[in-house]
């Protein structure tokens, strides 16, 4: 009889051993854990249902970053604000979908403050491909009872950050401050995150690339001979591949497994990147360098030490494997 293993680490457990790994630990770290993934559960559901529900499309409306929203953005931004609302543990949140900061003064005792992409990816959604769901979460300052100052922090100061990512399954990353990064797959028949990726390790190297390069136009010189080089086979060898979904998620956690450089750089047409540094760059950035990649800004300056001055501030972003960056960097420098 094919062995059936009996002794399975949900998130659940995963973070019930975490909270005992760490004495100061009060438990609302846990507490705030379950209601994320809480909302992820419910995304990954009413994605999954969207073409048989008339969820598909477009909402009417657009973002701050000037997105046109689908329906499926609003309602997974609902869901991730109401899970955390419910917490009790959330004294604020910064959502991709949301103009202000979302204060929860209800929350009297909440030490936590949260950013969240709710759907990564989602021109992808009508077609059915990959999209996901990002989070960083910070703690509050000793003093604070919760301002903008709480989340307007570099990501050197994250205590935790991951994704989601509503693939084949759902699959859930989280790193948490000096951590390693482990991998959870959603079992739909439990309705549990099993733990199926323990301390995922980025391959230093890898021949894979992966950038919209129809905004070469719009490149600077340098950018557009670094991708070139990739292009050309060594001695012997052969060139670089190709691959590019589109949704940020999908191709990161592609990159985390496979290895290689995911881009999406600052341009002439957009000066500042396109990728938030809160609820995107950050919490990518965190994850890569936790599995030993590297992730930089537009001007190679490391992702976790930009600090946004506004909440929907944006940035060029070069992640992926250790070497892969280093080549990055090296085409900067010439
Ligand atoms: P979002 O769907 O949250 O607005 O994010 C879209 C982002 C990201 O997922 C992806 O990497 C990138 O936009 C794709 O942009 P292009 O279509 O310009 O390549
Ligand atoms: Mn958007
Ligand atoms: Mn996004
Ligand atoms: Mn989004």
Redesign the pocket.
């Known amino acids: 009889m094919e062995k059936i293993n009996t002794n399975i680490v949900t998130l659940t457990r995963f973070l019930t051993e975490e909270q005992i790994k760490h004495k100061e630990a009060t438990g609302d770290f846990t507490l705030l854990c379950h209601a994320l993934q809480f909302s992820f559960k419910s995304i990954a559901y009413y994605i999954r249902r969207a073409t048989l529900v008339n969820l598909t499309g477009l909402a009417g409306s657009s973002?701050t970053?000037g997105?046109e929203q689908k329906k499926l953005?609003v309602i997974s931004n609902d869901l991730f604000i109401e899970a955390m609302r419910s917490s009790g543990k959330c004294a604020l949140l910064v959502s991709?979908e949301e103009e202000n900061v979302i204060y929860f003064k209800d929350a009297k005792s909440a030490r936590y403050a949260v950013a969240c992409?709710?759907?990564?990816?989602?021109?992808?959604l009508d077609a059915g491909v990959s999209?996901?769901t990002?989070f960083a979460i910070h703690k509050l300052a000793d003093d604070s009872t919760g301002t903008h100052a709480d989340i307007l922090k570099p990501g050197t100061e994250l205590v935790a950050a991951g994704f989601t990512m509503y693939g084949a399954s759902a699959q859930l990353v989280i790193t948490m401050k000096g951590g390693s990064v482990n991998g959870f797959t959603l079992d739909n028949g439990l309705g549990e995150f099993i733990l199926t990726h323990p301390d995922m390790r980025l391959p230093k190297k890898r021949a894979i690339y992966s950038v919209?390069e129809?905004?070469s136009l719009y490149w600077e010189d340098n950018v557009k001979e670094y991708f070139e080089s990739l292009k050309k086979a060594p001695e012997g060898g052969k060139p670089y591949s190709a691959r590019?979904?589109?949704?940020?998620?999908a191709?990161a956690y592609r990159t985390l497994l496979y290895g290689g450089i995911f881009a999406?750089p600052a341009d002439k047409k957009s000066p500042k990147g396109?990728?938030r540094i809160l609820y995107?760059c950050a919490p990518m950035a965190m994850v890569f360098e936790n599995a030993g990649g590297q992730a930089v800004d537009s001007n190679m300056n490391r992702m976790l030490e930009v600090v946004p001055e506004h909440i929907h501030d944006k940035a060029g972003i070069f992640m992926g494997s250790y070497d892969e960056v280093e080549k990055v960097k090296a085409f900067h420098k010439k």
């Open positions: 973002n970053t997105d953005d991709e992409d709710p759907i990564d990816g989602s021109s992808n999209v996901g990002i919209n129809g905004n590019y979904i589109g949704s940020m998620v191709d999406y396109k990728l995107e």
